[in-house]
């Protein structure tokens, strides 16, 4: 659990990176693919000093889940995410995000037969409206919502809670680093050829490189390592996206203490349902 935990908490820096690159003239494109192309480089780095040679794997069935979990779970979730964006705005696009505990769970019944109990239920419940008060404060009002944004912010919710499922069908038999290479390849990739980020601006200002690097190692690199070694240890993958939704409570406090945002009693009152969604979460069988 306490690698889960620390997986969210590194996640809910992101924040101080992206607009870091933003100010730098980074554009979403571009932090997206640098994001994953230094989480590339470093996994690699220390997939290659921990395994030799033993880092190319040869079970196909390995191969395909880990290019599977880099092309859903980061390719595919950065498209689906900068339209959702785009379409509804930042703080609708996060709701719809954290709709992905309920993905997870029911793909979790499906495919590992995992059983639902009633703190379970009770658990997402209380997590998904704990993330909404958190990230929105409860202010959900917009002038019109755009259905295509709606359906790309599903898929964004889809495409998270999928990363505890295939992550676990790829590192049943492989260590987490060889895992995080395969898959940052092909986010690489597909970002690469979908998303075609204008690699020239950051050498118009070369500090560009110097923060993706630490954005692809601190919540991306290590980040992922922890969380794919924690699918290892927590049997129930239903779990694992509640447990890891401290990811938006560091968020915000982050906002709070960095940058001076206001938070209202909502937001707060949002915290405070999170944490106690992760609690009961951890305490169901």
């Known amino acids: 659990m306490f690698q889960l935990l620390l997986a969210g908490v590194l996640w809910g820096t992101i924040g101080i990176f992206v607009k870091t690159l933003t100010s730098l003239g980074a554009d979403g494109a571009l932090i997206s693919f640098l994001r994953m192309f230094s989480a590339l480089l470093i996994a690699l780095a220390f997939a290659v000093m921990k395994h030799g040679r033993n880092v190319i794997l040869h079970d196909k069935r390995t191969i395909f889940f880990c290019f599977l979990l880099g ?7 950065n498209i689906f995410y900068s339209y ?6 930042m703080g609708i696009a996060c709701v719809l995000m954290y709709t992905a505990p309920v993905f997870t769970a029911a793909a979790s019944a499906l495919i590992f037969h995992e059983k639902f109990s009633a703190l379970k239920i009770s658990a997402l419940a209380l997590n998904i409206i704990g993330c909404v008060l958190t990230v929105t404060g409860g202010n959900l009002s917009a002038e019109s ?5 709606l359906l790309a912010g599903l898929g964004t919710g889809f495409c998270y809670g999928m990363a505890a499922v295939i992550g676990r069908l790829a590192g049943e038999k ?3 680093l060889i895992v995080c290479t395969y898959s940052y390849f092909s986010a690489s990739i597909f970002l690469m050829v979908f998303m075609r980020p204008d ?15 630490l954005y692809g190692l601190i919540p991306t690199a290590l980040a992922y390592i922890v969380y794919y070694n924690s699918l290892k240890i927590i049997k129930d993958t239903g779990k694992v996206p509640v447990i890891a ?12 203490t960095v940058y001076g945002e206001e938070l209202g ?21």
Do not use: Y
């Open 71 to 77: 092309l859903v779970s980061n390719g595919i979730f």
């Open 174 to 176: 492989t260590d987490s």
């Open 145 to 149: 919502l755009n259905v295509t944004g």
């Open 245 to 256: 939704s401290i990811e938006p409570v560091t968020a915000v406090l982050i906002g709070m």
């Open 265 to 285: 009693t909502a937001n707060f009152a949002g915290v405070i349902v999170v944490l106690g969604s992760i609690l009961i979460m951890a305490r169901a069988k």
């Open 199 to 213: 690699i020239s601006v950051a050498f118009g200002a070369p500090e560009i490189f110097g923060v993706g690097f």
């Open 84 to 89: 959702s964006i785009s379409a509804n705005g």
